[in-house]
C-alpha cells in the first residue's frame, strides 16, 4: 500500500512570512495526526484528526498555526506568520483509526528552514 | 508531567556488540509502548510495541524490548548490532489515544 505523502520535502523561508504543508494519509486511515520535530528532540503533537474533525490540537499554537482536513483525507497545516523557532521537521502520521492500539505511520517530512 | 525519557543520546558501538537502549515513561494506569526507527533519509516506521501480555517483545530485525511495569522502563535491546542499525530510535508512549516520543538515541555502528 501507498505510504503517508508529504509536499513539500522542504521549504526555506524569512521570518514573518507564510508557509503551508500539505499531507496525504494512507487510503482508509480515519486519523490524522500533525508533529512537530525540532533538531535534537522528540516528535511533539501538534493536532490530531478524527476524519475531518479536531480531536486533540493542546499543543498547536494558535495565533500562527493552523490545519485543516476538510474531506476527511488530505490535510494541510499553515503557519502564518513564521517565527525563527519554527524551525523544524513536521511529520504527518495516519492510523486506521483513534486508540492507543493503532499503529501510527509516519510520512517523510518536510523540514522547514525560517531565517 | 507525562514524559518518556531516553538516557543516551548518542551511542557508538562496534559491529556484532550488543545493545541496549534505556526509555522510562512517567505515566501511571495503562500504556502502550513503542520503538520507531528512523534510518537515514528515511521516515520514521515501527520496531516493536508492546500492549498486554507477555512483558518481552520481539520487533523486526532482531530488536526485541522488554516491559518493566515496576521500573517504568521499556528497554530495546539486540544481541550483535550490524552496521545497518545505524539510525536515531524513539521510544514512544501511548495512553488515552495521547503519544509522547522520548528525544531519540543516535546510534552509530562502526563497521
Known amino acids: 500500500e501507498a505510504g503517508v505523502a508529504q509536499s513539500p520535502r522542504y521549504k526555506i523561508i524569512e521570518k514573518r512570512q507564510s508557509v503551508a504543508f500539505w499531507c496525504n494519509p494512507i487510503s482508509g486511515h480515519a486519523t490524522l495526526y500533525w508533529y512537530q520535530q525540532i533538531l535534537g528532540q522528540g516528535p511533539k503533537l501538534l493536532i490530531q484528526?478524527?476524519?475531518?474533525?479536531?480531536?486533540?490540537d493542546s499543543q498547536l499554537p494558535k495565533d500562527r498555526f493552523s490545519a485543516e482536513r476538510l474531506k476527511g483525507v488530505d490535510s494541510t497545516l499553515k503557519i502564518q506568520p513564521a517565527k525563527l523557532e519554527d524551525s523544524a521537521v513536521y511529520l504527518c502520521?495516519?492510523?486506521?483509526?483513534?486508540?492507543?492500539?493503532?499503529?501510527?505511520?509516519f510520512g517523510p517530512g518536510t523540514r522547514l528552514t525560517v531565517l | 508531567a507525562q514524559s518518556v525519557s531516553q538516557h543516551n543520546h548518542h551511542v557508538i558501538l562496534s559491529e556484532a556488540a550488543s545493545l541496549e537502549l534505556g526509555c522510562n515513561y512517567s505515566?501511571?494506569?495503562?500504556?502502550?509502548l513503542f520503538w520507531y526507527v528512523q534510518y537515514p533519509g528515511q521516515h520514521l516506521q515501527l520496531l516493536l510495541k508492546?500492549?498486554?501480555?507477555?512483558?518481552l517483545v520481539k520487533g523486526i530485525k532482531g530488536f526485541e524490548a522488554e516491559f518493566i511495569k515496576s521500573k517504568f522502563s521499556f528497554n530495546l535491546r539486540k544481541p550483535s548490532v550490524q552496521w545497518s542499525d545505524t539510525a536515531e530510535y524513539f521510544c514512544a508512549a501511548n495512553r488515552d489515544d495521547k503519544i509522547i516520543f522520548g528525544k531519540g538515541t543516535r546510534l552509530h555502528i562502526l563497521p
Open positions: 508492546y500492549f498486554s501480555g507477555d512483558p
Open positions: 484528526f478524527q476524519n475531518n474533525g479536531v480531536v486533540d
Open positions: 505515566y501511571g494506569g495503562t500504556v502502550n
Open positions: 502520521a495516519s492510523s486506521y483509526e483513534r486508540g492507543r492500539h493503532n499503529e501510527q505511520f
